[in-house]
């Protein structure tokens, strides 16, 4: 397979740098094709401002997602921008590996989506009418790719459980994993999320990494998270509102997008280790 991993850490010897090699090395172990795209190392523009849109008459006003389509359906956005688009064609996987920066990923990995998800390419994508929202939510450009995440967290898994004052990873994530993954068609599989990262000596970087191997081992065969697709009939069109009857009763807000079967076992989908 071809993987593309997007690194948002900014000192290679940290814990995620360390992490990143592991997992870059049981891929091509594994005979993987393996992109990295560093962005602090690259020194990535981390945001959306009128220079990305160069043929944008100086005295026009700038409309991003106008500017956005309008460079992407010309090839004129900036190389920078191109390369990494290409990438994400290029690859079958998409790995996002970032620590927990207030809650979400770090902004420059925030900047890299803003810029790489051109319209036309991740949104804006399909028919729009009375009677279709776009192809979207398990369908578009990405479709029948894999993505995940690696993250870090300074919080104990307990922190994030489903009575963590932190708020359930999987809530916290879920713009992540549903919004900026699922909306332009990939499947999503579960992340791996390494907690307590204040403490972490020898033998547990150790289990950790294997168990991160084991998670490369099987990106091809994990179950991806079983989220709703947008037109496989369980939304009202144009309203996008969960069709009555589906849903467990009294169930409300993020798990509502999972199809019924998964959301039974939300609170045990992502394993959270002691600690
Ligand atoms: P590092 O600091 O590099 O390392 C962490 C530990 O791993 C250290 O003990 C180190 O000795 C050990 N280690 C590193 N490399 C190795 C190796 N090769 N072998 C063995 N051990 C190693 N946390 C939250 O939970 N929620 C938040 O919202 C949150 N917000 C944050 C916001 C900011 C701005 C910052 C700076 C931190 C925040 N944190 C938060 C904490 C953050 O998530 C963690 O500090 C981060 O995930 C740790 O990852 P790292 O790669 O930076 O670790």
């Not at 009575?163 to 791996?192: A, C, E, S, T």
């Not at 403490?199 to 179950?223: C, G, H, K, V």
């Not at 045990?268 to 002691?274: E, H, K, M, S, V």
């Amino acid at each position: 397979m071809k993987i593309l991993l997007v690194f948002a850490h900014p000192e290679p010897r940290s814990l995620n740098g360390a992490l990143r090699d592991v997992a870059v090395a049981e891929l091509q172990r594994l005979g993987h094709e393996v992109q990295v795209s560093d962005l602090y190392a690259m020194g990535w523009k981390p945001v959306v401002d009128r220079a990305d849109f160069p043929a944008l008459a100086s005295d026009e006003r700038l409309v991003v997602s106008a500017g956005s389509k309008a460079a992407f359906e010309a090839d004129a956005l900036t190389p920078d921008v191109q390369g990494e688009i290409d990438k994400l064609r290029w690859a079958d996987v998409l790995i996002l590996q970032f620590p927990l920066w207030w809650f979400t990923m770090p902004a420059i990995l925030k900047g890299w989506v803003d810029r790489v998800y051109a319209c036309g390419f991740a949104y804006g994508v399909g028919e729009h009418s009375d009677k279709r929202w776009g192809d979207r939510y398990g369908e578009g450009n990405l479709a029948g790719k894999r993505a995940m995440l690696i993250v870090t967290t300074g919080g104990w898994g307990t922190h994030y459980g489903a009575r963590g004052v932190n708020g359930p990873i999987d809530d916290l994530l879920f713009p992540i994993h549903h919004g900026i993954l699922f909306y332009p068609g990939y499947d999503v599989l579960p992340p791996f999320v390494v907690y307590q990262t204040g403490r972490i000596d020898e033998p547990r970087f150790e289990a950790t990494a294997e168990q991160l191997r084991e998670r490369m081992r099987t990106l091809a065969s994990t179950p991806s998270i079983s989220y709703r697709r947008q037109n496989g009939g369980d939304y009202l069109i144009p309203s996008m509102e969960l069709r009555p009857g589906l849903g467990a009763p009294g169930r409300t807000g993020f798990a509502l997008h999972l199809r019924d079967e998964d959301a039974a076992s939300l609170p045990q989908r992502t394993a959270i280790p002691a600690g």
